[in-house]
């Protein structure tokens, strides 16, 4: 009956289990509960940690100051490398614009050439027979006569004014006669070799052998291009009439061993 009754009350016999794993469960995740000289020791280990911790943090901001002080140097060594690099370089552009002067043929500087004046052309003082100017007049006279039958309604004859006419068809016949000033033009002439073994004097002396009717070769010289390649710049004095650039040019490039190109450097009217 008492076994019977205890079946049907309410009662937690299993509690002290329950208590068991509870304890377990905070153990785990609290640590085990010490005793009160286990809390002493305890106590003790807690005031030499904060010590500790000082050192490691101390350990740490050392090693972090050796590593700022490496990388400081570091960037000091980029700078000089680039420092180093800038002044290369702007020596390089330097060399580069040196040795090519002919990539501006625009601002080529070319020395100014004097004017070359014209010889002045003797006067001469032209004589013409009395017995032709008499026959001029003579004619010019009745020329007049006939513009002057057809013109004239009276049919007046003036001999001042005939011989006023025949003196000044005289004086435009003389002037008309006198030779004319002749149109000259100087020119600058570059003649560029193909490369640097081109022998520069047999090339200026093919060049001199040309010859027109109107041409005069000047004085010439050799200017540096580049690379060891120099030019020849000669000077010529032409008479527009006779000679051209476009023939000059052709009867140079005619010397196809010598010669790459000719260019005009420079054209004044003389």
């Known amino acids: 009956m008492a076994a019977n009754f205890l079946m049907h009350e309410k009662i937690w016999f299993d ?7 509870e304890r377990r469960h905070y153990e785990q995740m609290n640590g085990p509960i010490c005793s009160p000289s286990c809390q002493q020791s305890g106590s003790g280990t807690s005031s030499a940690g904060p010590s500790g911790d000082q050192n490691e943090l101390v350990a740490r901001i050392a090693n972090l100051e050796t590593e700022n002080r490496n990388l400081r140097s570091v960037v000091t060594d980029l700078q000089l490398a680039i420092s ?12 580069s614009v040196y040795h090519h002067p002919s990539q501006t043929p625009p601002t080529q500087h070319v020395t100014p050439m004097k004017k070359v004046e014209p010889f002045p052309a003797p006067s001469r003082k032209v004589e013409l027979p ?7 007049a003579e ?3 009745a020329e007049d006569d006939d513009d002057d039958d057809d013109i004239d309604l009276f049919g007046s004859d003036d001999e001042e004014e005939d011989q006023e006419a025949a003196r000044v068809r005289g004086e435009r016949l003389f002037k008309s006669k006198k030779p004319g000033l002749i149109a000259k033009s100087s020119i600058l002439l570059d003649v560029k070799p193909w490369d640097d073994e081109t022998d520069m004097a047999k090339m200026e ?20 291009v580049g690379y060891g390649i120099k030019k020849l710049q000669i000077q010529c004095v032409v008479e527009d009439d006779k000679v051209g650039t476009d ?15 000719v260019d005009i450097a420079a054209f004044n009217k003389i």
């Open 130 to 136: 009395a017995g032709s100017l008499a026959r001029q």
């Open 139 to 141: 004619s010019a006279a």
């Open 84 to 95: 180093r690099l800038e002044t290369r370089l702007g020596v390089l552009e330097k060399a």
């Open 15 to 21: 509690k002290f289990k329950y208590d068991d794993a």
């Open 247 to 261: 023939i000059l040019e052709e009867e140079i490039t005619k010397f196809e061993d010598y010669v790459q190109s």
């Open 205 to 224: 002396e093919c060049v001199r052998t040309i010859q027109m009717d109107g041409l005069v070769w000047g004085a010439s010289k050799l200017v540096p």
